[in-house]
């Protein structure tokens, strides 16, 4: 990767709005790792494995989202999603 460009400030809202996902990502991410962080701290018993579970399934629900609604890919299937109305006005 070209050390310019990873500076380069966005040009086109797009690109924007695409940056500010990807920093709310990287933040959720860091949420989670926290939060799991905190739970893996504790003895093991039956409620930290639900405590486990249910923090995996927000991250995976969350993943599924950023997929479908930025990536364009339909989850359920992992095919890509047909072209949105936006992304044919702006190639």
């Known amino acids: 990767m070209n050390p310019r460009s990873r500076n380069k400030k966005p040009r086109t809202p797009t690109e924007r709005k695409l940056r500010r996902k990807i ?3 990287t ?3 860091r949420l989670f790792l926290a939060a799991l962080d905190r739970v893996m701290e504790c003895p093991s018993t039956p409620e930290r494995g639900k405590q486990i579970a249910d923090l995996c399934n927000q991250l995976n629900m969350y993943n599924d989202g950023v997929r479908y609604f930025w990536c364009g890919v339909n989850y359920r299937t992992d095919k890509p999603l047909a072209v949105r109305s936006h992304e044919k006005e702006h190639p």
């Open 23 to 25: 920093a709310e990502m």
């Open 27 to 29: 933040t959720q991410v």
